[in-house]
């Protein structure tokens, strides 16, 4: 059988590398993204930990292997553990179907690879 594991830190590299580009080529789009970026994950009435969460659910159902492993990483960095991590991605799998279970798998990988406990 052949291996079908991911290479998640593979995927946040080539997202750092495309915004990076991004940079070069337009930094005022390249900034403003990085401020809305880092705006939507700040604690406010939801700690960062959760929007971490949201966000991995949704990088989940919008079936985007960069975004669940970007924010797999992150969530575990806020503290997130493997169970939270997983119950995110079963919520996505119950409003995305079948397609959105399959990118459960990412998650998954990413947990394994960035230590999730």
């Given amino acids: 059988m052949a291996d079908v594991t991911t290479n998640a830190q593979k995927y ?5 590398d495309l915004v990076q580009r991004l940079g070069k080529e337009d930094p005022g789009f ?33 079936h985007c292997s960069f975004c669940i492993a970007f924010h797999v990483k992150n969530a575990i960095a806020e503290g997130a553990t493997k169970k939270e991590i997983l119950e995110s991605c079963l919520v996505a799998g119950l409003m995305g179907g079948g397609p959105a279970i399959a990118y459960i798998r990412y998650a998954v990988d990413a947990c394994d690879q960035f230590g999730a406990e």
């Fill in 12 to 16: 946040v590299d080539q997202f750092h």
């Fill in 30 to 62: 390249a900034g403003a993204l990085m401020e809305f970026v880092k705006q939507a994950e700040k604690p406010g009435a939801l700690t960062t930990k959760t929007k971490e969460l949201i966000s991995i659910a949704l990088g989940v159902a919008a």
